[in-house]
């Protein structure tokens, strides 16, 4: 009778469960994995090829659901960056990286931490205090610290935007174009907002070695960059060929799964030992 009695109440228990995950929508998901910090860091190391060692690190998003399920940010943070809700994950993110990075002694190193923002959170000054709060009450410097600001998406107020770049360029903060050339005018970010570097995206990245034709919008980016005397990285390098074009070309800095995919916390402290013990 006891079997009997386990037996169904486990089939009641599991259809509430699928009854419930159904009525829950994605919404209410990421808010319940907001509350229970359920949004970890993985770590991709940015390596500067001249010499080989680690220039610093991007900061990628995984959502740990329910403790048993690791799920990528192409399933949450579309919907995450267009409902508003990517402002909390951030703040769970951050919050985790700096306690992380700080447990690792990162501030011995010159090592730059970049993390992600989406131009609405640029453009709250209230938010991004709150963010450079953190980051002064823990014991990584605001000149290890980077946000990388994506052009898919476009700013509402270029204005009120350089305000806040201008405030964090004060607090020793830099701020990186994410994915440049893939949207929303780099030309008229440039043109007003005080950036200081490029992230060419893979999509430029791919030409190489293709004998794609299009490989002269890479070299044109470039060679803006360039001119604009803006650091440049280029992320997604999966070949020895991309790295070597991107280094005679002058982009020394390089992100992609050439040299490391990203890496969950543990991964990472190993790999950030053994760079600092070059
Ligand atoms: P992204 O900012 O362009 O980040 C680079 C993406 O390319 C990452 O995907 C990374 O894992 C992947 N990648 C890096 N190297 C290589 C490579 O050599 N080959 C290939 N095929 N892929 C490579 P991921 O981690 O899945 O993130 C996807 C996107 O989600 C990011 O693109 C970014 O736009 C967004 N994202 C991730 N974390 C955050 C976050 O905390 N906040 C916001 N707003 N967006 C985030
Ligand atoms: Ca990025
Ligand atoms: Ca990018
Ligand atoms: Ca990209």
């Given at each position: 009778l006891f079997i009997v009695g386990v037996f169904f109440g486990l089939i009641i228990f599991l259809f509430i469960n699928l009854y419930i995950k159904r009525q829950l929508s994605l919404h209410s998901l990421i808010v319940k994995g907001v509350i229970r910090k359920e949004f970890i860091p993985y770590y991709q190391p940015i390596i500067n090829v001249k010499?080989?060692?680690?220039?610093?690190?991007e900061v990628l998003v995984r959502w740990w659901?329910?403790?048993?399920?690791l799920i990528s940010p192409d399933d949450f943070i579309p919907y995450?960056?267009?409902?508003?809700?990517?402002?909390?994950?951030t703040d769970v993110l951050l919050e985790k990286t700096l306690t992380q990075l700080s447990s690792l002694n990162w501030?011995?190193?010159t090592a730059v931490i970049s993390i992600n923002l989406v131009p609405e959170q640029l453009e709250n000054k209230q938010q991004i205090r709150k963010f450079v709060d953190m980051i002064i009450k823990s014991s990584i410097s605001p000149k290890q610290i980077a946000f990388e600001i994506t052009e898919r998406m476009s700013f509402t107020d270029l204005d009120k935007?350089?305000?806040?770049?201008?405030?964090?360029k004060?607090?020793?903060?830099n701020v990186k174009l994410d994915d440049a050339g893939t949207g929303y005018g780099s030309f008229s970010y440039i043109q007003h907002l005080n950036l200081q570097s490029l992230k060419i995206d893979k999509m430029f990245v791919d030409t190489i070695g293709t004998y794609d034709h299009k490989l002269f919008v890479l070299d044109s980016i470039i060679a803006f960059?360039?001119?604009?005397?803006?650091?440049?990285i280029?992320?997604?390098?999966?070949?020895?060929?991309q790295s070597d074009y991107l280094l005679q070309s002058g982009v020394y800095l390089q992100q992609g799964f050439y040299f490391s995919e990203p890496l969950k916390f543990e991964q990472f402290r190993h790999y950030f030992q053994r760079d600092q013990a070059k």
């Open positions: 010499n080989n060692t680690m220039y610093g690190c659901f329910n403790k048993k399920e995450a960056e267009n409902s508003g809700l990517i402002i909390d994950i501030q011995k190193s935007a350089a305000i806040v770049i201008d405030y964090l004060a607090q020793g903060i960059g360039k001119k604009a005397g803006m650091e440049m280029a992320e997604g390098v999966e070949t020895k060929q």
